[in-house]
């Protein structure tokens, strides 16, 4: 989870470190800690590591989005929004 | 090593870039807000343009959602507000103990009285009706003492209690472990008690600052004791030790002891000086020395693939990577009355299990409402909870995990809970820009260090 953020790294998204993620059957909780923001997306365990593995290694936002609609029944507005949703609660950086 | 400079805050247009400081190494740096605890390691060539206030966009939203800087006035960090919310409470059985250690603080009062099965039913009724009231709470409870297992039934009635009420909170001791026969191991792993046990080392340490009260060495008993809790199918205890100068003298020794034991979990606490003994508390000045040869030969059992983690380490670890304020004393300074609270044997009730003092005694275990309590306490004005004098702090990159630290080792020290603690300030200061270096240069050991897995 710890980076060193350099110009490489630029244009993709990355997990904040202040996140503490569950995962549960059904559900992934991720919580930002020092916003005191808490966000749930539905999406089986697996899928639900899936996107946490990726956002670890760092994605590009329009992959993110692909990975968000193929693991939930959201279009792409829906996809969009959640995105919008997690870049507002510091779950992305 | 890693050389420190201050990075000043800036504003262009609607960006804000907040004040920091950047521990510098020699290819990246960790820029930290002290008022946030809040980081970022970044490339050389980032903090070049972060001192030129010419950071571009990429950089500036990671800085933005780390609370390092703010966009329109977005978020506010510095908005934070602690809850009074106990949810980890010592009871404190019994002054008695059956070794006189060379270090302890505790004073053995002749007519303190060994807490009553009354009593620690009346204590359990408080805390049941407190966490009903507050079921969202996870409650941990630690009986302690003196030596707690001289009190193993009250131990046990303790487990009942809660059984009964169908509630089941992490129950902890810690242990000098020379009473651990193989009957009293089997009974504490059948009420789920989480265990800790002091060793100080190696023989030569151990025994010489942990004897019996009747004289001789005890380590000889708490090894007995230690086979007891394996043969009860105990695996995941860790130990307790407290550094004195012996320890420091002897490190290694003491180090391949615990490496020896198949200890998962160590904690190496630094002794803090006391009237008593103050020749035995190591000089601050030695702290580094100490970091380095502990960091050191935490190195080579990382090479060697031995599972241990060192939690103090571990714990300031987590501060820098995570900031997760999940400690009662080490994660942003001192939680005493708002995370925890101690009983003492006749019910009264004390922010801490450490400031016993009479006039500390902030309420009793007949008012269940434990929040209310430590809140007056606050609002009242309550010498514990006066704000800590952080006016030495104000230049310090740890001044949020650290917050002038214990509050009860600055009554100790100078009869003032509100000034500094000397000792945990020397310790932060020569431990953080050392593991910042870690964490610059070697990942795959900042993550041993913060766990101890091994491949």
């Known amino acids: 989870m710890f980076r060193i953020y350099s110009k490489d790294q630029s244009g993709k998204l990355y997990l904040s470190p202040y996140a503490d993620v569950h995962i549960s059957e059904e559900l992934l909780s991720v919580r930002q800690m020092i916003f005191n923001q808490t966000l749930t997306f539905p999406c089986s365990r697996e899928d639900g590591k899936k996107l946490v593995r990726s956002l670890q290694d760092g994605i590009r936002d329009e992959d993110l989005l692909k990975l968000i609609s193929g693991i939930s029944t959201a279009d792409d507005l829906e996809s969009e929004e959640v995105l919008r949703d997690w870049i507002r609660a510091g779950v992305l950086e | ?455």
């Not at chain 2, 903090?47 to 329109?72: C, H, N, P, W």
Request: hydrophobic letters at 35%; proline letters at 4%; aromatic letters at 10%.
């Open chain 2, 1 to 455: 090593m890693i050389t420190e400079e201050r990075v000043s805050g800036y504003r262009k247009g609607k960006l804000t870039v907040f004040g920091t400081v950047a521990l510098i190494g020699e290819s990246s740096a960790y820029v930290i807000r002290p008022e946030t605890g809040t980081g970022l390691a970044m490339d050389l060539a980032s903090l070049s343009a972060l001192r030129k206030q010419e950071i571009q966009d990429d950089l500036a939203f990671t800085m933005v959602q780390r609370g390092l800087a703010s966009y329109d006035r977005s978020r506010d960090l510095s908005a934070w507000h602690e809850d009074v919310r106990p949810e980890f409470f010592l009871i404190d059985l019994t002054k008695t103990c059956n070794l006189s250690c060379r270090y302890c603080f505790r004073e053995f009062e002749k007519n303190y009285p060994v807490m009553t099965e009354e009593m620690i039913d009346e204590i359990s009724s408080c805390l049941i009706a407190y966490w009903r009231e507050h079921p969202y709470l996870k409650l941990s409870l630690q009986p302690w003492g003196g030596e707690p297992l001289i009190c193993l039934p009250l131990i046990r009635r303790l487990r009942r209690n809660f059984d009964r009420a169908g509630l089941f909170p992490k129950i902890m001791i810690e242990t000098n472990g020379t009473l651990i026969t193989e009957e009293t191991a089997a009974a504490l792993k059948e009420d789920r008690i989480d265990i800790g046990i002091s060793i100080d080392g190696n023989a030569v340490v151990h025994d010489l600052q942990r004897p019996l009260a009747a004289g001789g060495g005890s380590l000889r008993f708490v090894e007995q004791g230690v086979d007891n809790l394996r043969k009860a199918g105990y695996s995941g205890f860790g130990t307790i030790t407290v550094v004195t100068e012996n320890t420091i003298r002897h490190l290694s020794e003491v180090l391949e002891y615990f490496a020896n034991l198949h200890v998962r979990s160590i904690k190496l606490n630094m002794m803090r000086r006391n009237s008593r003994n103050l020749g035995l508390a190591p000089d601050p000045k030695e702290f580094g020395g100490y970091l380095d040869s502990l960091l050191g030969y935490l190195y080579r059992l990382y090479q060697r693939h031995v599972p241990i983690v060192e939690q103090n380490i571990a714990q300031r670890l987590l501060n820098l990577v995570h900031r997760p304020d999940n400690n009662i004393c080490n994660a942003h300074g001192c939680h005493g009355g708002y995370r925890m609270l101690s009983f003492d044997s006749l019910g009264k009730i004390f922010p801490c299990e450490l400031s016993d003092f009479p006039d500390y005694c902030i309420g009793s275990v007949k008012d269940h409402d434990l929040r209310g309590m430590v809140e007056k306490a606050i609002e009242s004005g309550h010498e514990y909870f006066r704000p800590k004098d952080q006016s030495e702090c104000k230049d310090c990159p740890w001044r949020y995990f650290c917050r002038g630290g214990c509050r009860s080792a600055a009554k100790f020290a100078c009869g003032d809970p509100s000034r500094l603690d000397t000792t945990e300030c020397a310790f932060n200061k020569a431990l953080y820009p050392r593991l910042v270096a870690i964490l610059l240069q070697d990942r795959g050991f900042a993550e041993y260090l913060q766990s101890g897995d091994v491949e």
